[in-house]
DNA sequence: GCCTGAAGCTAATGCCGTTAGCCTTTAGCT
DNA sequence: AGCTAAAGGCTAACGGCATTAGCTTCAGGC
């Protein structure tokens, strides 16, 4: 049988479509090796541990996320970026909560992990797209981290189910992305908007 | 030497104070014994397994972070009231983040399972909080699952060092705060707030 | 005083990550 | 073409951890 070639990045990839289906948690060395028809010895001829192997899961979908973050706020701004990127990012999440989750367990191993640059993507996207409020200087990082963190809990409490109540998740989201928008055009207009 | 005889519950409240200190992902039955000075396996006569122990201590934890939300909010209201809960709630996630991590992870076992009415006397002190801001009915909930997110959101990546920039986290928290305020009080203004 | 059960212990099982060591294949060099 | 060496697979084995089985001990009730 012809088979495709193994690679670092070809087990990454595996492994990052196995997280999505299994669970983050329920990642094992055992599991990814019968996915791959091998042995789980075998694997470390690629990856050194399971840490590494995660941790390349986190640096790709870090990476990922960025390119989907991107594309969604390019050629938008204001209201518009700011609703296309949340939706973006809630999607990706929702459809690959275990790759999600893999990127907020990873910690950077050093000074040139490639996971430092592929955040710092993202976070440069999510700035781009607060700039079009005019906010104060010195407000964005607030803004910045409000942001990050409705956005991080919203999708992280979904995928865990954490919203029991029959009411429509979507109309919830949609609210609240309205909500961030009134706020954040309401501190641009005031020139401080909030006051602490 | 006088040993405190060992109950379920104190098992729990033991191992409640590990995984604050070592982490909820870290924590182990082997340790949990030799913090009670017994071997690990006289550990089954009191809980049923490491599951039942993990959510033991979740069910532990959503009741505290009950209680300290109740004290926080009890005589006050409006901004107060959300500016009270929050920082309470902040501090309980600082101060406890072993057991904040188990209450995320714990799931409902049954229909009678005390974990249920422990999440919904929070979610209950949550919207008690809400109530003083007068907003129409149908979106109390979106205004609810916004407010959870927020919150949740800023504590999960606060523990886990997800906020690198050197700004002040504090300031960065109390700015959140002063913007969901102004958010609510504009919905309650308005009469809708948000349309969407 | 005996019996029972609660609560400790040791020994053993099985799963999982990981390492060591062996074998086969294949790419590349001469 | 033939040799060499590395790449990449495998089996066997170790260690840690959750869990179970079965023994022992000791305190309290009859």
Redesign the interface.
Known sequence: MPKARLTPASITEAGAALVDEVGFDNLSMGLLAERLGIKTPSLYKHVASQADLAHRIAILAMTEAGDVLRDAIQGRSGSDALAAGAQAMRTFVREHPGRYAAS?AA?PTGPDDPFIPASERVLASWAAMLSGYDLDPG?E???M??L???????A??EV????Q?D?S?D??F???V??LD??LR??AATGS????
């Open positions: 907020n910690r407000q990082i607030h803004a981290r409000t990050r963190s409705v956005l991080h809990g919203f992280t409490l865990a189910g954490g919203f109540i009411a998740v109309e919830s949609t609210w609240l309205s909500f009134q706020g309401a501190g908007g909030v006051t602490h």
